[in-house]
């Protein structure tokens, strides 16, 4: 590759890992070519970035960052994971591709300036995402309107059941008589 090349890949490399939310670094030695499309594809829907790159690359747009601490991770074939949205979203889905396939083995991940392990990457798979907070979010603006509403009408539901109740039991004494 020429240096001219590297130094473009890096200064691009180094923009995304700067906007990224979160990052996870994995080992993809030994995967097929279709598990690797499917992987690809599953990043890809949920919002994230898949890429395969050079440790010495990764090493250099780190330097001065604080990933830098990452780059005891650097060792072997690294495929690295990010998205500019969602910090679980990557975290999701690799964890997600290395119970499915054996071969694809997470080396640690970063989010919000702190390195993880493997068992951190786990923990962030874990939480719920962008939606699902969302949708948690409105159900709870919703809920007190909602118990008002129930609130208000119950007085006067109660008093239509009562006077239908009592209508009921007049017929029921007047055809007896």
């Not at 939310?21 to 070519?33: C, E, K, M, Y």
């Not at 250099?60 to 998205?83: N, R």
């Not at 786990?122 to 129930?150: C, I, M």
Request: proline residues 3%.
């Amino acid at each position: 590759m020429e240096r001219a090349v590297k130094e473009e890949n890096i200064k691009a490399l180094k923009a995304d890992l700067a906007k990224a939310t979160s990052l996870v670094l994995a080992d993809f030695r030994g995967i097929t070519v279709k598990a690797d499309t499917t992987l690809r594809r599953e990043f890809r829907g949920v919002g994230c970035h898949y890429q395969v790159v050079k440790n010495t690359l990764l090493g250099i747009a780190v330097k001065g960052t604080p990933m830098e601490g990452l780059e005891k991770l650097f060792v072997g074939p690294t495929a690295i994971a990010y998205s500019f949205e969602d910090p679980a979203a990557p975290a999701k889905v690799a964890t997600k591709v290395a119970k499915g396939e054996e071969k694809f083995v997470i080396k640690g991940g970063y989010v919000d300036g702190k390195a993880l392990d493997v068992k951190g990457v786990q923990a962030l798979s874990s939480l719920p995402g962008k939606d699902e907070l969302r949708a948690t979010f409105l159900a709870t603006l919703l809920a007190v309107p909602q118990n008002f509403l129930r609130l208000t009408t119950a007085a006067q539901q109660n008093f239509a059941l009562l006077l239908a109740a009592r209508e009921r039991a007049l017929s029921e004494s007047g055809a007896k008589e």
